[in-house]
């Protein structure tokens, strides 16, 4: 369902994104990614029009700050989206390292805190300097709705193996070559920690605990989506 119309003003849609993140069902987050709020292609479109009619104040950190969940989303799901990952990626970090080095050290440390005002996971990246500010952003993608399925069919191919190293080759391998682009711009051990944090909700769920809030409380970093697509899996008993 699309988040956005175009009547919306950038304002609305900061406003928008920041009531979401926030968003609660008894007690539990709901949105553990900024992934999670699941933008459409016309929801992007949208939003990064609406940026577009702010580019003359890029350098400005007032107006910066006070769209920083617009820049930060728009940016994720660009990594989603957009088919030239290189390109991309090149010109979020150009687009950041353009920025005269006070504000650029500002807006990098504006970025942190959004993460921590809205609870919005680091995964222990540091997000301090650039690279770690692009890694936190390649894991927030998170797996297109379109290739959940592929994901949870390799995590229940991984119960068959140990091999923690096997599982992230295996998921690098069977997933679309644009999200594995997308991937590698994050570290291997951070990598590695996701793929096996959602093997571990996989296996709560092969083993009988399908109750949603149950899952989303023990496995507070976990995506949503991923939780639901194993919650739902033919492979588990009672889906």
Same mark, same amino acid.
């Not at 700050?65 to 617009?70: A, S, T, W």
């Not at 083993?207 to 939780?227: A, C, F, N, W």
């Given at each position: 369902m699309a988040l956005f119309d175009k009547e919306m003003t950038l304002h609305e849609m900061e406003a928008l994104l920041a009531r979401k993140l926030k968003e609660e069902q008894g007690g539990v987050r709901e949105h553990r990614i900024i992934g999670d709020l699941e933008l459409t292609?016309?929801?992007?479109?949208?939003?990064?029009?609406?940026?577009?009619?702010?580019?003359?104040?890029?350098?400005?950190?007032?107006?910066?700050?006070?769209?920083?969940?617009?820049?930060?989303?728009?940016?994720?799901?660009?990594?989603r989206y957009e088919r030239e990952e290189d390109f991309i990626y090149e010109e979020i970090k150009s687009t950041i390292l353009e920025l005269p080095q006070h504000v650029q050290r500002m807006f990098i440390e504006l970025c942190e805190s959004a993460f921590m005002e809205y609870g919005i996971q680091q995964f222990g990246v540091d997000v301090k300097d650039v690279e770690g500010l692009l890694s936190n952003l390649a894991i927030h993608a998170g797996v297109p709705s379109q290739l959940i399925s592929a994901f949870v069919a390799i995590l229940e191919d991984s119960l068959q193996y140990e091999d923690r190293e096997k599982l992230r080759q295996s998921m690098l391998t069977n997933m679309s070559a644009h999200m594995r682009e997308v991937y590698r711009y994050i570290d291997e051990r951070s990598l590695l920690e996701l793929?096996?944090?959602?093997?571990?909700?996989?296996? *709560?769920?092969?083993? !009988?605990?399908?109750?949603?809030?149950?899952?989303?409380?023990?496995?507070?970093?976990?995506?949503?989506?991923?939780?639901?697509?194993?919650?739902?899996? *033919?492979?588990?008993? !009672?889906?």
């Open positions: 292609c016309e929801d992007y479109k949208i939003l990064s029009e609406n940026l577009r009619e702010i580019q003359q104040f890029r350098y400005d950190i007032i107006v910066l700050e006070h769209y920083k969940l617009c820049k930060l989303t728009a940016w994720i799901f660009a990594l793929f096996e944090a959602a093997r571990k909700v996989y296996v *709560d769920c092969k083993e !009988g605990e399908t109750d949603r809030k149950v899952l989303l409380s023990k496995h507070p970093y976990m995506s949503k989506q991923i939780v639901e697509a194993c919650m739902s899996s *033919d492979w588990v008993v !009672g889906a």
